[in-house]
């Protein structure tokens, strides 16, 4: 997190039903439709990224409903389960390659094959199938799935269905497109790319999609879009608000949106080039990258595979212990197997280097066997990449 941002976090907390508190409102409700590309609105709730899950299921659905989910990681395994938890009918596709069967989750090194669900869709001949749901950015894996293909296999297969994408991890740091994309409802939160504390929470959502909420029958209440999107438009909530999360927030989409940095398509290239970096890292050392297809890497983080045998959390823990370096578990499935770098938010060339020093160090301690210095091959990929100027930061 910024400084920037934790400064203007500590300003006072206003009435929230006062004049100025409707600018604050405003502000920031025209700063995240820019940051989700929608001119639709986006309804901002004070809930962890779970919140804005369970948001997106309840406006939309109905008790039994039949929904279309795919197992990309950790995270598409739990939206599948509150799915359940709700009383919908989710049906979890999966990763079918030839290798499928193999140990160590192989689905969990791919993205959503767009192909079965317009196969899938295609069957659904009576629309029984209310919605399609998929993680875009897999935060337990490091792979980041083609949405607009989602899109198109859905459109191939001239099916109904509404298309929920959670972009918790995904929105700010890797290219998303809410509209472009024809995406009915986005869910996203505040401690990704948004570089903010955890606790407030986003559905971007589509005309179809509030057309629809006008009939679902899941109970909703709290969630219920209608009476925020009304209240938004005075520039207020219809309960109390994060105040405070919501001043980081406006800073953090004028600094997103910053032209003088490159605005959005800046913000992605810089995470693009620290996600190359990185990898170029993971190479060297000659340990794979859990994201399996190199069309899919993600620029929010990179997952490494470590060696049979080898237990990543006690790996995780001496880096931890040693180097005051805190780098992500593995989850699920991959539990153990492997661990994940960060490179969304805040961060630079040089963040980076240190975190892939802390990592390297701990892996030679681990006795884990690394064919060539990976500080060494990231440091001349920053040095032999500079960013263009307007885009640095
Ligand atoms: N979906 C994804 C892709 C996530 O990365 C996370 C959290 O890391 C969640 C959902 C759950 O969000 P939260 O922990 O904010 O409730």
Redesign the pocket.
């Known amino acids: 997190m910024p400084d920037r941002i934790l400064r203007a976090m500590s300003l006072p907390t206003i009435d929230h039903r006062g004049p100025e508190f409707a600018v604050l409102g405003k502000r920031v409700l025209a700063g995240v439709g820019q940051i989700f590309q929608t001119r639709h609105p986006v309804v901002i709730y004070p809930?962890?990224?779970?919140?804005a899950?369970e948001a997106a299921l309840s406006n939309v659905l109905s008790p039994g409903d039949a929904v279309l989910m795919y197992e990309t990681g950790h995270?598409a395994s739990?939206?599948n389960k509150m799915a359940l938890r709700l009383g919908l009918k989710p049906e979890f596709l999966a990763y079918r390659g030839a290798d499928a069967q193999l140990p160590n989750a192989p689905g969990w090194r791919q993205g959503v094959q767009a192909d079965q669900i317009e196969e899938r869709l295609k069957a659904d001949t009576q629309h029984a199938i209310k919605a399609v749901c998929v993680?875009?950015?897999?935060?337990?894996t490091g792979v980041t799935s083609d949405i607009a293909a989602v899109r198109r296999a859905i459109d191939a297969a001239r099916h109904p269905a509404l298309l929920l994408v959670?972009?918790?991890?995904?929105l700010a740091s890797a290219d998303y497109r809410h509209e472009a994309w024809g995406v009915d409802v986005t869910?996203s939160?505040s401690?990704?790319g948004l570089m903010l504390p955890?606790g407030i929470?986003f559905n971007a959502v589509s005309p179809k999609a509030i057309e629809a909420s006008k009939r679902a029958r899941l109970p909703k209440a709290f969630w219920a879009w209608d009476e925020i999107i009304e209240m938004n438009q005075g520039g207020y909530w219809p309960y109390t608000p994060s105040t405070n999360l919501l001043y980081g927030l406006a800073e953090a989409c004028d600094m997103l949106l910053d032209p003088t940095h490159g605005g959005l398509e800046g913000t992605f290239a810089r995470h693009r080039r620290w996600g190359e970096g990185v990898r170029a890292a993971v190479r060297a050392w000659g340990l794979p990258i859990q994201c399996a297809d190199p069309q899919l890497y993600s620029p929010v983080l990179t997952g490494v595979l470590l060696p049979e045998g080898v237990d990543a959390d006690a790996v995780r823990r001496l880096i931890y212990e040693r180097f005051d370096l805190s780098l992500g578990t593995g989850l699920g499935k991959v539990k153990g197997r492997m661990f994940r770098i960060g490179h969304l938010g805040d961060c630079n060339d040089l963040t980076l280097m240190a975190a892939l020093s802390g990592c390297e160090m701990g892996l030679k301690l681990s006795g884990v066997k690394l064919a060539a210095s990976g500080v060494q091959a990231a440091m001349e990929y920053f040095a032999g990449h500079p960013a263009p100027v307007a885009l640095q930061k």
Request: glycine share 16%.
């Open positions: 809930a962890s990224g779970t919140g899950w995270f739990l939206w993680v875009h950015n897999e935060t337990s959670d972009s918790i991890s995904g869910v939160g401690q990704k955890p929470s």
